[in-house]
């Protein structure tokens, strides 16, 4: 059984195609610091210079000593990036004049400044070039890394998300499933006052009284998207509980919560994996919507919905991609979530359950 779930789950190209995205984004999520070119803390190497510059934009620095850093170690480093040990100067051409150095400082396009500055207080190497694949923002922080960062954002908003809604959810519903009566009444109406409130401002409601930060959103999402699967999983152990197999587990004896947990809950598995793909895609686009709204993850932490948030008013100007960049790393995501979920509905047999 399981191999022929994971051959047709296999044989799905779309799936396929989803489970090679999300593959790749955990893989960027867990190695962004060794991969980005801006390894400072949420990349947040501020450059105002070069403010809001086009995909491909190219430009010298002149790399300036700054007073030592604690140092950071190796895991240190891939978990929150490392301070830069380098002040970093736009320029546009140099030359070495006895003991100093003196530069052109690019201010903007066709515009720059004369300095001159002693050899000793320049770093080695003293000259670098950068390119900006995706452009900068208007603070001159390079788009590729924030947008790589990022990703683990918004995996991990969906991966707490889940684990909350399916904890609860699950938990609920095969109580109110199983035991009936006022049981599901009461589960039932908790169910229904919550489903009949619009996400977003329960969301909200949730996130003034925890506050706004990384975690607290992570939990107000997860509180939220409970409620759906409370609702299938119920309907499921109801059907459950009425085959052969379970009056045999009461006729041995067997305590509910052991025929809950061993008998009833691993056959409902497959639309419980279906829904949780799709709460997955689900909390990615509500975190994006929050951060956008300025309610979710606060700044300088990289969020794809801030970053729309930072630079939509440039979709209407001559750089839009300053915003869609963001906007189509949320949907390919998305996308792939949704994938996922319609391949597991296929290969699980469960379209007729869901």
């Given at each position: 059984m399981k191999n022929s779930f994971g051959k047709r789950l296999i044989k799905n190209k779309a799936a396929l195609a989803g489970i090679v995205i999300i593959i790749t984004s955990i893989v960027i999520a867990f190695s962004a610091y060794l991969i980005v070119p801006d390894t400072t803390p949420n990349a947040n190497r501020i450059i105002p210079e070069i403010g809001s510059k086009k995909p491909g934009f190219s430009i010298q620095f002149l790399l300036l000593k700054k007073e030592k850093n604690n140092e950071e170690n190796f895991l240190q480093k891939i978990i929150s990036g490392k301070q830069d040990a380098f002040t970093y100067i736009p320029i546009t051409s140099y030359k070495q004049k006895n003991d100093s150095i003196?530069?052109?400082?690019?201010?903007?396009?066709?515009?720059?400044?004369?300095?001159?500055?002693?050899?000793?207080?320049?770093?080695?190497?003293?000259?670098?070039?950068?390119?900006?694949?995706?452009?900068?923002?208007?603070?001159?922080?390079?788009?590729?890394?924030?947008?790589?960062?990022?990703?683990?954002?918004?995996?991990?908003?969906?991966?707490?998300?889940?684990?909350?809604?399916?904890?609860?959810?699950?938990?609920?519903?095969?109580?109110?499933?199983?035991?009936?009566?006022?049981?599901?009444?009461?589960?039932?109406w908790l169910i229904n006052v919550l489903w009949s409130i619009p996400t977003l401002l329960l969301v909200f409601a949730i996130t003034l009284v925890l506050g706004k930060g990384f975690w607290q959103v992570f939990i107000a999402v997860g509180l939220t998207m409970w409620v759906n699967v409370a609702r299938l999983v119920r309907g499921q152990v109801m059907q459950v509980?009425?085959?052969?197999?379970?009056?045999?587990?009461?006729?041995?004896?067997?305590?509910?919560?052991?025929?809950?947990?061993?008998?009833?809950?691993p056959n409902i598995l497959g639309p419980v994996l279906v829904i949780a793909a799709s709460n997955f895609a689900s909390a990615i686009v509500i975190e994006a919507g929050l951060s956008f709204l300025g309610v979710g993850v606060q700044p300088p932490q990289p969020s794809w919905g801030l970053m729309i948030k930072e630079n939509y008013n440039f979709i209407i100007t001559n750089n839009p991609m300053l915003a869609l960049t963001p906007g189509i790393a949320i949907m390919l995501l998305v996308l792939a979530f949704n994938l996922l979920g319609n391949g597991l509905r296929d290969a699980l047999n469960v379209k007729s359950k869901l």
């Open positions: 003196i530069y052109q400082k690019y201010v903007d396009d066709n515009i720059f400044e004369t300095k001159t500055i002693a050899l000793k207080n320049i770093a080695s190497p003293n000259i670098v070039t950068k390119k900006f694949y995706l452009g900068t923002d208007r603070f001159g922080r390079d788009i590729l890394s924030r947008l790589l960062i990022g990703t683990r954002v918004s995996l991990s908003v969906g991966l707490i998300a889940v684990i909350i809604s399916l904890t609860i959810g699950i938990l609920l519903g095969s109580l109110a499933g199983y035991f009936k009566g006022w049981v599901d009444d009461v589960i039932m509980r009425e085959l052969e197999f379970i009056e045999a587990t009461k006729a041995l004896g067997y305590s509910n919560t052991r025929t809950i947990i061993k008998h009833i809950l």
